[in-house]
C-alpha cells in the first residue's frame, strides 16, 4: 500500500533541467565544446562535478585541467544556474505537480524530495514551497549519488514508511535506477529510457493522475 510519494526535484517539480543545460551549454559554448540534449540526458540525476567530467570526457578533455581549474568551471555553471533558478516565483511548479501534492497530502500521505542538487533549498524556497513537503534530503550529506538507492532510503527512513510502500518519480535513467534499487515503484516523468524502464511511464507531469498512480 502506498504511504509515501518521493520526488526528484530538477526536471520534476519545477523544469530546472532547461536551466541546468543552458548554463552547461554556455561554459560548453566558452570552451569550444561540443554539448547537445542528448549528452545532457546523461547530465540528469548526476551530481555537479560528474556532470563536468561527462562534459570533458565527451570531447577528449578528461586530463586538460586541474582539479582546481575543474572547480573554477563549475562554479562558474553554477553561479549562471543560480542566477537562472532566482527568476522562479510561487506558482512556477510543473503542471499537475500542486495539485497531485495536495491529493497526497489529503489521503495522508508522507512526501519527500530527493535531489542530488545542492541548489534544492534555494529552488524550493524561490517556488514558496519549502514547507509543502515533509522532508527534504541534504544533497551535502548523500555520499553515493543516483544510481545509486541511497538518496531514496534516506527520504523513506526519515519518513519512516518501509521503502516498499513508496512510489518514486523521476525524469532521469539515473533516478529510475536508483527508485527500483530503493525497492520502491518508479513513475518516470519522460525518461529517455537507456537501461532499467519505470514501472509507469508518463510523457509529462501533467498526466500525474493520482487516483490512477496512488493504490
Ligand atoms: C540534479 C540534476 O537534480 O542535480 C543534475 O538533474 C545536476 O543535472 C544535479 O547536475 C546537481 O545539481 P547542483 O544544483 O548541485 O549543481
Ligand atoms: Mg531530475
Known amino acids: 500500500m502506498t504511504k509515501a510519494i ?8 519545477v523544469d530546472t533541467a532547461k536551466f541546468h543545460f543552458l548554463a552547461w551549454k554556455s561554459l560548453a559554448d566558452e570552451l569550444g565544446y561540443f554539448f547537445d540534449e542528448k549528452v545532457n540526458e546523461r547530465l540528469k540525476g548526476v551530481s555537479r562535478m560528474r556532470s563536468l567530467e561527462i562534459i570533458l570526457e565527451v570531447n577528449g578533455a578528461t586530463e586538460k585541467f586541474t582539479d582546481d581549474e575543474k572547480a573554477e568551471m563549475a562554479a562558474r555553471k553554477n553561479d549562471l544556474y543560480v542566477s537562472f533558478v532566482k527568476t522562479l516565483k510561487p506558482g512556477d511548479m ?17 512526501t519527500a524530495v530527493a535531489s542530488v542538487s545542492k541548489n534544492a533549498p534555494l529552488v524550493l524556497k524561490c ?48 533516478g529510475i535506477e536508483a527508485i527500483k534499487a530503493a525497492g520502491m515503484y518508479a513513475v518516470g516523468i519522460n525518461v529517455d529510457v537507456t537501461s532499467v524502464e519505470p514501472d509507469l511511464q508518463l510523457r509529462s507531469t501533467a498526466e500525474l493522475d493520482f487516483d490512477k498512480i496512488v493504490k
Not at 103 to 108: E, I, L, S, T
Open 6 to 13: 518521493i520526488f526528484d526535484l530538477d526536471g520534476v517539480i
Open 127 to 174: 517556488l514558496g514551497a519549502a514547507d509543502k513537503f515533509d522532508y527534504v534530503a541534504d544533497a551535502a550529506r548523500v555520499t553515493r549519488s543516483k544510481p545509486a538507492p541511497d538518496i531514496f532510503l534516506d527520504c523513506a527512513r526519515a519518513l519512516g514508511v518501509d521503502p516498499a510502500d513508496c512510489i518514486g518519480v523521476e525524469d532521469a535513467q539515473a
Open 94 to 110: 510543473l503542471p499537475g505537480v500542486e495539485e497531485f501534492l495536495s491529493r497526497a497530502k489529503a489521503a495522508g500521505l508522507k
